[in-house]
Nanobody, 127 residues
Framework: QVQLTESGGGLVQAGGSLRLSCAAS????????MGWFRQAPGKERDFLAA????????FYADSVKGRFTFSRDNADNTGYLLMNNLKPDDTAVYYC????????????????????WGQGTQVTVSS
């Protein structure tokens, strides 16, 4: 069983930056793809970024491409989401997720593909 814990959320002014962390426990994330999603009030949980296990492939949603960077440290079992040039529309609860994959290059953008989720961390961007 994998437990995921996000941290690093908070209140930031538009144009500012935050770095979210997703720490995994319970078992190693070897052969697990990781993803980041967010959910604004009254909206669905949207995909942001996904990373394959070996760390050489990352896919971003158009809404965050060029502003957000997803990295992972497999030695520490932790994923990071660096968010730059934040906008008020980025205000949401941010979730990390993980799912086991068959090959090191696989990753998923579909929410339904992920089996493990963190509890979420609130990010609020003021104008």
């Amino acid at each position: 069983q994998v437990q995921l814990t996000e941290s690093g959320g908070g209140l930031v002014q538009a144009g500012g930056s935050l770095r979210l962390s997703c720490a995994a426990s319970g078992r190693s994330l070897t052969m697990y793809s990781m993803g980041w999603f967010r959910q604004a009030p009254g909206k669905e949980r949207d995909f942001l970024a996904a990373h394959n296990w070996s760390g050489n492939r990352t896919f971003y949603a158009d809404s965050v491409k060029g502003r957000f960077t997803f990295s992972r440290d497999n030695a520490d079992n932790t994923g990071y989401l660096l968010m730059n040039n934040l906008k008020p529309d980025d205000t949401a609860v941010y979730y990390c997720a993980a799912t086991r994959v068959l090959t090191p290059n696989m990753y998923y953008t579909r929410r339904s593909a992920y089996n493990y989720w963190g509890q979420g961390t609130q990010v609020t961007v003021s104008s």
